[in-house]
């Protein structure tokens, strides 16, 4: 209570009337807290009924089904399937290199060209070797002609020492010049046939289908005797793939196995295991591992299995040595393993359908 004295000329103070304060409702504070807890419910309620629609709860075990399924298809998978990335393309290229020396005059190829067997490749100087052809050829007349005479003198001489005319030892040497003759003509067919194989060797061809690379030759380069000129990879291929010794145990020759070619993921292809090699990488390298000396710690070693593929490799896909892949064995049909995961998924599968149906019953119970 508040009081004030007023002055009133000596009279007695008169006591100020009591001031209740006025009771303002600050309606800018209070409403929005009223409308705020309204919210909280609603959202609540929304929140709550989100987990208790039917279709939510349909689609979620509709999900749960699904996924069941796929990680069974992947367990299944796993189970009957070996892979490994540690894979290549391998092929035995030919290296292509002259037998004479000599001077290059043409050459008929380029790089990565496709060239099949008996195309000209390269074409050496011919004519040194058409004049040692000719030259032979008129060693091998004259020589002929000595034999004749030689042949002749030797049958008079056997003639003339049967009548005592000459003596033995005239007879011998004329036998003797024959027989000399005789080898000096066989000796001169020899180096005509060789001088014609050097003369044909002039131009090389290929000796397989295959295509062109590493060239490395040119017009007016002096060759010498198996200097590489390039190499021909056939289109024929096969992968070779180093697989851990443990991804054996079921691996056959003939299993099917799907190949994806890192340079063409969008194409497969298709082949079979050929064979596997009767021991590991390891074993057959320049320093083979010596496990005898020093401390030994047991690495699971990879062991090369040859893949052949089924079909053949069309011009635009070109497969090289030495391109990686990734291929996939199918090592078992998996009758057993594909009966015990279609239980546990069959199981699993029906427990999240009865659990959605239990689910949505009491949702349904408690509404009503």
């Known amino acids: 209570m508040r009081k004030t004295e007023f002055s009133n000329n000596g009279a007695a103070p008169i006591e100020a009337p009591e001031r209740h304060p006025a009771v303002i409702q600050d309606h800018k504070r209070t409403a929005p807290a009223r409308f705020d807890g309204v919210d909280d419910v609603s959202r609540k309620e929304t929140k709550r009924s989100l987990f208790r629609r039917p279709g939510a709860t349909v689609a979620a075990a ?12 992947a367990m299944f998978h796993s189970f009957t399937h070996e892979t490994t990335d540690d894979a290549f393309i391998d092929v035995h290229f030919v290296s292509v290199a002259p037998k004479i020396a000599g001077r290059v005059s ?17 074409k050496i100087d011919p004519r040194d070797f058409q004049v040692a052809l000719a030259q032979a050829k008129a060693n091998l007349a004259k020589d002929k002609a000595t034999q004749i005479q030689a042949a002749t003198t030797e049958k008079r001489a056997v003639d003339l020492f049967g009548r005592n ?4 030892q005239d ?29 044909s060797y002039t131009k090389i061809t290929a000796p397989i289908d295959g295509y062109v690379t590493k060239e490395a030759v040119a017009i007016g380069d002096y ?7 390039m190499s021909l990879v056939p289109p024929r291929v096969w992968v070779v793939a180093n697989f851990k010794e443990t991804q054996l145990r079921n691996m056959r020759s003939r299993q099917p196995v799907q190949i994806t070619v890192d340079a063409y993921p969008d194409h497969p292809l298709h082949g079979h295991i050929d064979s596997i090699q009767a021991g590991s990488g ?20 990879r062991v090369p299995v040859k893949i052949v593929l089924n079909e ?18 199918a090592v078992d049909h998996g009758a057993e393993a594909a009966f015990v995961i279609a239980i546990i998924a069959v199981v699993l599968a029906a427990g999240v359908i009865l659990g959605a149906a239990l689910w949505i019953w009491r949702i349904r119970r408690e509404q009503s």
């Open 62 to 73: 509709a999900l749960a089904v699904v996924g069941i399924g796929y990680g069974a298809f």
């Open 223 to 229: 060759l010498q005797v198996g200097q590489a000129l």
């Open 106 to 122: 043409v050459v008929y190829v380029d790089d990565n060209q496709l060239v099949k067997k008996g195309d000209p490749l390269v």
């Open 171 to 199: 007879r011998d040497s004329s036998v003797a010049s024959s027989q000399s003759s005789k080898a000096a003509v066989e000796a001169d067919e020899a180096a005509v046939e060789q001088a014609e194989l050097n003369l």
């Open 165 to 168: 005319v000459i003596s033995m």
């Open 312 to 329: 053949e490799q069309q011009v635009q896909r070109v497969l090289g040595p030495g391109m990686s892949v990734v291929p996939t064995v």
């Open 282 to 301: 390891a074993a057959f390298t320049l320093l083979p591992p010596e496990n005898a000396t020093g401390n030994y710690v047991k690495v699971v070693q």
